[in-house]
């Protein structure tokens, strides 16, 4: 059985005492709420989606793939693909980083990565999801044009659609 236990060790070590992230937190405008005691319970809940949900689909993921459907044009996803992106979005992990305006929580790139890092460990294939939207927001938000981000942003940032790449 495939098994992941998050570095939670590493992580805070990474933030708190190589980075000393708070204080530079503090003062970064909008990530002011971003204290030692919120980056912990985002890790925390974070390592527990992790080592819960995604690990234990990583080999399904690996053994069954996606599958497209040129005659419908739908895509199917692995066991259990499906089911741990709705707990994601139910969470509020597709909007960790996003404005507030936007409908996320902004929460600073650093505490995303952090979060990224566990996702891609547990489950590399399923982790392209968020990967992919992350980057098409970022793309959006400084590149795009008012009507662009008017009528992309939210849905990705919510989850209910995600980003590709081609």
């Known amino acids: 059985m495939n098994s992941y236990k998050a570095p939670l060790r590493d992580?805070?070590?990474?933030?708190?005492?190589?980075?000393?992230?708070?204080?530079?937190?503090?003062?970064?405008?909008?990530?002011?709420?971003?204290?030692?005691?919120?980056?912990?319970?985002?890790?925390?809940?974070s390592a527990r989606f992790n080592e819960t949900v995604l690990a234990p689909?990583?080999?399904?993921?690996?053994?069954?793939?996606c599958h497209y459907d040129p005659d419908s044009g739908n895509v199917t996803t692995p066991k259990g693909f499906k089911d741990a992106y709705d707990q994601f979005v139910e969470n509020g992990w597709s909007g960790l980083t996003a404005p507030e305006d936007m409908g996320g929580q902004y929460l600073p790139e650093t505490v995303g990565v952090a979060v990224k890092e566990m996702i891609d460990a547990a489950n590399l294939s399923w982790g392209t999801y968020p990967l992919l939207s992350h980057?098409?927001?970022?793309?959006?938000?400084?590149?795009?044009?008012?009507?662009?981000?008017?009528?992309?942003?939210?849905?990705?940032?919510?989850?209910?659609?995600?980003?590709?790449?081609?």
């Not at 689909?57 to 793939?65: P, R, V």
């Not at 939210?154 to 659609?161: A, E, F, L, T, Y």
Request: hydrophobic fraction near 40%; proline fraction near 4%; aromatic fraction near 8%.
């Open 11 to 45: 992580l805070r070590f990474a933030l708190f005492d190589v980075l000393d992230v708070e204080p530079l937190f503090a003062r970064l405008p909008g990530s002011e709420q971003a204290n030692r005691e919120l980056i912990d319970a985002v890790l925390e809940e």
């Open 57 to 65: 689909l990583n080999q399904t993921g690996d053994a069954e793939g």
């Open 135 to 166: 980057g098409a927001t970022e793309a959006l938000k400084a590149h795009g044009e008012d009507w662009q981000r008017e009528v992309f942003l939210k849905p990705i940032v919510d989850g209910r659609w995600t980003g590709t790449m081609c």
